[in-house]
């Protein structure tokens, strides 16, 4: 187990409510990269082979959980079902989360055009969509959506600096 239980030591912190694998898959997955580790190690390029499994072994592990992150988001109707990414946070960042939600609310009330479009796709950055998978979901380029959040995180700057200076 030595090299793959240090990986998943090393990168997995905690498989939250709603993951779909446990300890033991994700130790066969991580036997699978060690497996291509094994069958694509070039000793001609100096690199120790501890080195170079460690990184294959941590990328297929990372690709499964990000598969099974999407997955859980596609299939998932119910918030219980959620794959949850650590543990419960603390009160103070609970309270900070809410403050956010409550001034990214009140901002995008204010905001039109494609700041509101920029504040809607922060809100799905948040639900961990990616910047292309907003813009397939909304019909438009991923540099667009990044025009728009950038846009977005500018307005809700001046909100909040208006809202500190009153």
């Avoid at 060690?34 to 072994?57: D, G, H, M």
């Avoid at 988001?73 to 009160?91: F, I, K, M, V």
């Avoid at 055009?113 to 796709?121: C, D, F, H, L, V």
């Avoid at 910047?131 to 438009?140: A, D, M, P, Q, R």
Wanted: net charge neutral; hydrophobic share 35%; aromatic share 8%.
């Amino acid at each position: 187990m030595g090299l793959v239980g240090k990986v998943i030591k090393d990168c997995v912190h905690t498989l939250g409510r709603g993951c779909i694998y446990t300890y033991d898959d994700l130790l066969q997955i991580g036997y699978i990269g060690l497996c291509k580790a094994v069958q694509t190690y070039q000793p001609e390029y100096k690199n120790a082979f501890s080195t170079y499994a460690y990184r294959l072994i941590q990328n297929e592990i990372y690709t499964q959980l990000e598969y099974a992150a999407r997955c859980g988001r596609e299939q998932a109707t119910d918030p219980a079902e959620l794959p949850c990414g650590g543990l419960r946070d603390s009160l103070e960042e609970q309270e900070a989360c809410r403050e956010l939600m409550n001034l990214l609310d009140r901002a995008e009330a204010t905001a039109t055009g494609s700041t509101a479009k920029g504040i809607r796709a922060i809100r799905m950055r948040i639900d961990g969509y990616s910047s292309k998978e907003i813009g397939e979901l909304l019909g438009v380029p991923a540099n667009h959506v990044t025009a728009w959040v950038s846009k977005a995180r500018n307005h809700i700057r001046m909100y909040r600096l208006d809202l500190l200076r009153n």
